[in-house]
């Protein structure tokens, strides 16, 4: 259990005859998600935030949900395939003795949003943050004179003193969210979509940037395509969600991404730009 205001329950889990998983506040709350591992979504809530699931291979996803409550647990239900909703405490069905579902790193943290995976074996631990850097071909591909870089973010809070570099480096970056407007903005070339604000980051949130040695274009969550002159390419090493240093970190956590070494047409920008759409 954890005791606090926020806490994000997360696990992996994969399927082993049973296809459906749920968890559960089991201490406070009482909130809940559903989730399905045959077609990897959520089937049903209720109370927490955030959920989600991500197929991390293999046949294994990884499922999550924020709650809110002075202290927090996980319980973890198996379900067969006759559910279809509501809550998982309220639900029966007799076992076949055999079937079940394999779990693995139960993670229970403090937080709005799922970290990666702590192993913790008596008692609590604490880490320092993750700070993910592009290397070798990725490295690459992100200091080329031309490319189209798509990041999706979720449940990202402002911050007054610092801006939030999605992808870049404490020199230039090729995407950040501006503190002052809540905008996204690239600093290469100083352009801006001049139209998000603090409720435009609410949630899952797609950001994109393409660009070659010519002109630069930027888009937030499929919205207005903004284009600007631009000529200066990044250098150095390429962090995701961070500078590098440690100060104009995210406020929220990347959900995925994608990058190439090949300028996107607007219309293509555009279209990657939309929440639930390929990347």
């Not at 850097?133 to 007054?160: P, R």
């Not at 610092?162 to 969210?177: A, F, H, P, V």
């Amino acid at each position: 259990s954890i005791t606090g205001n926020i806490a994000t329950h997360s696990l992996y889990v994969k399927a082993a005859g049973y296809t459906k998983v749920a968890i559960r506040e089991g201490q406070t709350t009482g909130n809940w998600a559903s989730f399905n591992l045959s077609t990897g979504v959520v089937i049903d809530s209720s109370g927490m935030t955030g959920v989600g699931i991500t197929n991390v291979g293999n046949g294994w996803f990884r499922i999550y949900g924020t709650d809110s409550a002075a202290q927090q647990r996980t319980n973890i239900y198996v379900l067969d395939s006759s559910y279809t909703s509501g809550s998982p405490e309220s639900y029966s069905f007799t076992g076949d003795g055999s079937s079940g579902i394999y779990v693995w790193g139960a993670q229970l943290e403090a937080g709005s949003f799922a970290t990666s995976y702590i192993p913790t074996i008596a008692d609590t631990v604490t880490r320092v943050g993750d700070i993910n850097k592009l290397t070798g071909i990725a490295n690459t591909i992100a200091l080329a004179t031309s490319g189209t870089f798509i990041m999706e973010t979720g449940d990202m809070k402002t911050k007054s003193t610092e801006d939030q570099i999605l992808l870049g480096n404490s020199t230039k970056c090729q995407m950040y969210r501006d503190r002052t407007d809540n905008t996204l903005k690239s600093y290469i070339f100083r352009v801006s979509t001049g139209t998000a604000n603090s409720a435009t980051w609410t949630g899952n949130v797609r950001s994109s940037v393409t660009y070659d040695a010519n002109t630069i274009a930027l888009c937030l969550n499929g919205g207005t395509v903004i284009s600007s002159n631009g000529t200066t390419a990044m250098t150095g090493d390429t962090y995701i969600g961070t500078d590098g240093v440690g100060a104009q970190y995210i406020n929220g956590c990347v959900r995925k991404m994608s990058i190439s070494n090949q300028k996107s047409a607007n219309t293509t920008l555009k279209n990657k730009s939309i929440v639930g759409g390929s990347l």
